[in-house]
T-cell receptor
Framework: AQTVTQSQPEMSVQEAETVTLSCTYD???????LFWYKQPPSRQMILVIR??????QNATENRFSVNFQKAAKSFSLKISDSQLGDTAMYFC?????????????FGTGTRLQVTL | EAQVTQNPRYLITVTGKKLTVTCSQN?????MSWYRQDPGLGLRQIYY???????DKGDVPEGYKVSRKEKRNFPLILESPSPNQTSLYFC????????????FGSGTRLTVV
């Protein structure tokens, strides 16, 4: 079974600064997908970024980028130029990539507070 | 607009009173799933469905039922709710390949007293 660990329950960053959220996972699968979801106070789950395990290049989406270290089973999220609207709970998630949709396994989340 | 619609958004009920949380998606997705979110535990899968009339248990199925009679709808049924089912519930859908993750509904906050 897969497990996803987010070791930082809470983090804080000042506006315009950069912050990195950590995520590690455990799996015996060779093909899989990794995701970061954002959950603002509205509680909507919003996909921030995704990474395919067979791609070595780290995914980027505007101010959001990942550091994917497959051998270390690490998938951290970097938020650059933090904005107040980035205040949210962030979840790291794993999905087996066997060609068929399957369970998303989530970490316990990191609550990020962006301050002035 | 492509979306997953859940209702109700908030629900307070009493122990033992049957309830249904509805979920509908307009993206023609084959895969649908229910999750519950609890503090410190993240999101855990309750049930999922790969297509019409095909459902299976997730990690925490006890006390829940689902059905998939139509492709777009995937209701969650609590036949005899108990206080330990107080939680935030999410319905989600995906294409069969799942490579782009799930689209989530806006959540249902359920309180069982």
């Amino acid at each position: 079974a897969q497990t996803v660990t987010q070791s930082q329950p809470e983090m804080s960053v000042q506006e315009a600064e950069t912050v990195t959220l950590s995520c590690t996972y455990d799996t015996s699968e060779s093909n899989y997908y990794l995701f970061w979801y954002k959950q603002p106070p509205s509680r909507q789950m919003i996909l921030v970024i995704r990474q395919e395990a067979y791609k070595q290049q780290n995914a980027t989406e505007n101010r959001f980028s990942v550091n994917f270290q497959k051998a270390a089973k690490s998938f951290s999220l970097k938020i650059s130029d933090s904005q107040l609207g980035d205040t949210a709970m962030y979840f790291c998630a794993f999905m087996k990539g066997a060609g068929t949709a399957s369970k998303l396994t989530f970490g316990t989340g990191t609550r990020l507070q962006v301050t002035l | 607009e492509a979306q997953v619609t859940q209702n109700p958004r908030y629900l307070i009920t009493v122990t033992g009173k049957k309830l249904t949380v509805t979920c509908s998606q307009n993206m023609n997705h084959e895969y649908m799933s229910w999750y519950r979110q609890d503090p410190g535990l993240g999101l855990r899968q309750i049930y999922y469905s790969m297509n019409v009339e095909v459902t299976d248990k997730g990690d925490v199925p006890e006390g829940y039922k689902v059905s998939r009679k139509e492709k777009r709808n995937f209701p969650l049924i609590l036949e005899s709710p108990s206080p330990n089912q107080t939680s935030l519930y999410f319905c989600a859908s995906s294409t069969l390949k799942g490579a782009y993750g799930y689209t989530f509904g806006s959540g249902t906050r359920l309180t069982v007293v």
